[in-house]
């Protein structure tokens, strides 16, 4: 225990650095098979971006990845295409500050693209959590509970503007009892940081008693619209050929700050509003 971590001896620099770009090539190899259509720029792109551009040297969180990706047959929920998204936005802001709503067999790749920054998972089933964080423990992830169901979500679009804790200037999300699709309850480091980026793949919407995506839009919204850093938010909303969260993303993610759509994700670059005032909407 009291030695020095392999990636830290003397000898790791030449020799595991080409192991791990090696492992990065059988990793991209890995991530092809889930898209039909291989984007070799992407490919090619992962042995600099998961290595860094400047810094030559894997970070631990990288080589994890690389090794869990190149010996697991279980690949990424989104398509190739979908996460190329992403990693584009992540080649250029990273490190940075990384929200993820959903812990899956993507989020050590994730964590990996953000390495050197700060990568936080919110999921809601806490036997998952355990199951995940036994082969990928570097990951940070958390715990979440939602006080919604998706058979709730046209109620609660029609009815959100008759509560005024869900509006200006009195909206905000830690302690906000009284507004439903405010994620009151979240751990205190969500609230504690602004985020440059937000990827809502979680929780479950199929399902009628499940809690549905409306609430972590509303709340992804409400975190873009009262950042104070300069600078605008990505958001990424996958399983957009989903009602609800088509519709969601419509009324509080805006069709205005949408860039793009590829698949069944949405990205949308959402500015901060300084001073949000009383009769100000999200659009």
């Keep these: 225990m009291g030695s020095l ?63 869990h990706y190149a010996t697991s047959k279980i690949v990424p929920q989104q398509s190739l295409a979908e996460v190329q998204v992403s990693y584009d936005v992540l080649q250029r802001a990273a490190p940075c500050n990384f929200l993820v709503f959903g812990l899956g067999h993507d989020s050590l790749m994730w964590a990996s693209f953000n390495a050197g920054g700060t990568t936080l998972f919110l999921e809601e089933d806490p036997k998952w959590v355990q199951s995940v964080l036994k082969t990928a423990t570097m990951l940070n992830a958390r715990t979440v509970q939602y006080r919604t169901q998706l058979s709730e979500a046209d109620k609660l679009l029609k009815s959100y503007k008759q509560e005024p804790a869900c509006l200006p200037p009195r909206l905000r999300l830690q302690g906000n009892d009284a507004c439903r699709l405010a994620l009151n309850n979240l751990p205190g480091e969500v609230y ?92």
């Excluded at 991209?28 to 992962?46: E, H, I, M, P, Q």
């Excluded at 605008?232 to 700050?257: G, N, P, S």
Aim: aromatic share 10%.
């Design 192 to 283: 504690e940081r602004e985020w440059d980026l937000i990827m809502i793949d979680a929780p479950r919407g199929y399902f009628n008693e499940a809690p549905g995506r409306m609430a972590a839009i509303f709340s992804a919204a409400v975190m873009a619209r009262n950042r104070q850093k300069k600078g605008i938010t990505h958001v990424f909303l996958h399983d957009v050929d989903r009602k609800v969260e088509r519709v969601f993303a419509e009324e509080f993610l805006c069709a205005k700050y949408r860039v793009k759509a590829t698949g069944r994700l949405w990205h949308f670059e959402i500015p901060p509003l300084t001073n949000w005032k009383e009769g100000d909407g999200f659009c």
């Design 5 to 67: 971590p392999w990636t830290a001896r003397p000898c790791f620099s030449a020799f595991a650095l080409t192991i791990a770009i090696a492992g990065v090539m059988a990793g991209a190899l890995l991530l092809s098979n889930f898209s039909r259509s291989t984007d070799r720029s992407f490919l090619r792109g992962l042995d600099v971006g998961i290595l860094g551009a400047t810094d030559r040297t894997a970070a631990p969180i990288q080589l994890q990845a690389i090794l």
